[in-house]
């Protein structure tokens, strides 16, 4: 599958390396969904922000690409969402230790974080999810703060401006926080 410009410009800038990755998407309208094995759920409109890791083949890279494409055979239960929510920004962290829960559990303690699918993304751990519910998009520095000093230094990618039906738009780098 070949990738529109704006997505190639964006995976050719991410690490190989492996690393923790939290997903920030916009869903226009609520909509109820059939998420695999968690069954059908309601997500309200919003914005929504899904934690991963990346300590596999091809690190953030490969992960973050799979995520981008709209997947023809769901894998993982972000793929059963994709379809309906425009991913416009990306917050990741190069390292080789798994951090997701610790990154799940600060992006939970934000100002009006809400969980709306139990087990979302973390099937495996009773009463854990790593999708998170916004009615307003958080911002990275409050995240950045929570997580501490002692966590890898974060970076985020975001979209300035996003034609979904095309993919194409301006990539911004933000750098470090």
Same mark, same amino acid.
């Given at each position: 599958?070949?990738?529109?410009?704006?997505?190639?410009?964006?995976?050719?800038?991410?690490?190989?390396?492996?690393?923790?990755?939290? =997903?920030? &998407?916009?869903?226009?309208?609520?909509?109820?969904?059939?998420? *695999? @094995?968690?069954? !059908?759920?309601?997500? $309200?409109?919003?914005t929504y922000i899904y934690v991963g890791s990346a300590?596999?083949?091809?690190?953030?890279?490969?992960?973050?690409?799979h995520h981008a494409r709209i997947a023809r055979r769901?894998?993982?239960?972000?793929?059963?969402?994709?379809?309906?929510?425009?991913?416009?920004?990306?917050?990741?962290?190069?390292?080789?230790?798994?951090?997701?829960?610790?990154?799940?559990?600060?992006? =939970?303690? &934000?100002?009006g974080a809400t969980v709306q699918v139990p087990g979302? *993304? @973390?099937?495996? !751990?009773?009463?854990? $999810?790593?999708?998170?519910?916004?009615?307003?998009?958080?911002?990275?520095?409050?995240?950045?703060?929570?997580?501490?000093?002692?966590?890898?230094?974060?970076?985020?990618?975001?979209?300035?401006?996003?034609?979904?039906?095309?993919?194409?738009?301006?990539?911004?780098?933000?750098?470090?926080?």
């Amino acid at each position: 599958m070949s990738f529109s410009p704006l997505l190639q410009s964006i995976l050719t800038g991410l690490p190989r390396e492996p690393g923790t990755y939290a =997903l920030l &998407l916009r869903l226009p309208a609520a909509r109820e969904l059939e998420i *695999g @094995a968690l069954g !059908r759920h309601t997500l $309200s409109a919003g914005t929504y922000i899904y934690v991963g890791s990346a300590l596999g083949a091809g690190g953030l890279r490969s992960r973050i690409a799979h995520h981008a494409r709209i997947a023809r055979r769901p894998r993982w239960h972000l793929d059963y969402v994709r379809p309906h929510a425009d991913l416009y920004a990306l917050w990741f962290s190069v390292h080789a230790s798994r951090l997701e829960d610790d990154w799940a559990r600060t992006i =939970l303690a &934000l100002d009006g974080a809400t969980v709306q699918v139990p087990g979302f *993304g @973390a099937s495996d !751990r009773p009463g854990v $999810s790593h999708l998170f519910h916004f009615t307003t998009t958080p911002i990275l520095v409050r995240f950045t703060e929570r997580l501490g000093p002692a966590h890898p230094p974060v970076r985020c990618l975001r979209w300035v401006s996003y034609d979904p039906d095309s993919m194409t738009g301006i990539l911004q780098p933000m750098g470090h926080v």
